[in-house]
C-alpha cells in the first residue's frame, strides 16, 4: 500500500506531525499533535495530450528528472485554477511548445504506487511546427515503426500510445481507457 508521509511539521502552527487515524475516519492521516488539523495528502494528477499530426504523434526527449533523455507525451502536474483540459494544453505548450485543438480525454490511468493519476488526451496538432520548451531536449514526430519503445521514460506514456495504435488499427473510434499501472 502507498504510504506517502510527507509532513513532519504542521503547516498551521508548526506543531510536531503523527500519523493516526482520527476518531471520524478510516485511515491514518497526517494529525497536529499541538492544534490538532488534519493533512489530507490526495494523489497528484498528471495530466497531458497524445499530439497527433497525420499518422504520426509527436514526443519529447525529458531534459529534466526522473528519466532524464527518455521520450514522453507532453504532460505534466496539473496545477490549482486550471480544469484538466486547461493543464493538458498548457502542459503540451510549455514541454513541445505545439499548437493543439484538443479532443476527447482518452486515457486515465491510475499510478497508485506513485499516488497520481495520469490523464491523456488526444490532440490534432495544427501544424507540424513545434518549439520544445526548457524541460524537453527535443520534440519529434514518430511513425508508429519509428517510435523508440525501448527509450520512453513511463509505463502511462506506453500504454497510452499501444491503445491509440492499437484503436487507430481497428478504425473503431478512440474510446475512454482506463487501467492501474503496476
Not at 91 to 96: G, I, K, V
Request: net charge negative; glycine share 8%; aromatic share 10%.
Amino acid at each position: 500500500m502507498f504510504q506517502t508521509r510527507r509532513f513532519q511539521h504542521c503547516p498551521v502552527c508548526g506543531g510536531q506531525i503523527e500519523y493516526r487515524i482520527p476518531a471520524d475516519d478510516n485511515r491514518e492521516r497526517a494529525t497536529c499533535t499541538v492544534c490538532g488539523t488534519i493533512q489530507y495528502e490526495n494523489p497528484l494528477n498528471v495530466v497531458g495530450t497524445l499530439p497527433v499530426w497525420g499518422e504520426q504523434v509527436l514526443l519529447c526527449r525529458r531534459a529534466i528528472e526522473p528519466r532524464l533523455g527518455k521520450w514522453t507525451l507532453p504532460a505534466g502536474f496539473m496545477e490549482l485554477g486550471e480544469t484538466l483540459a486547461q493543464g493538458a494544453a498548457r502542459e503540451t505548450d510549455e514541454e513541445a511548445g505545439a499548437g493543439i485543438e484538443l479532443q476527447d480525454l482518452y486515457c486515465i490511468l491510475n499510478v497508485v504506487r506513485v499516488g497520481q493519476v495520469h490523464l491523456f488526451y488526444r490532440a490534432r496538432m495544427l501544424s507540424p511546427v513545434f518549439n520544445p520548451g526548457p524541460e524537453t531536449l527535443e520534440a519529434k514526430l514518430f511513425h508508429e515503426h519509428e517510435i523508440p519503445w525501448e527509450e520512453l521514460s513511463f509505463h502511462t506514456v506506453r500504454y497510452t500510445l499501444e491503445r491509440f495504435f492499437e484503436d487507430r488499427r481497428t478504425n473503431k473510434g478512440f474510446p475512454l481507457h482506463t487501467a492501474d499501472i503496476a
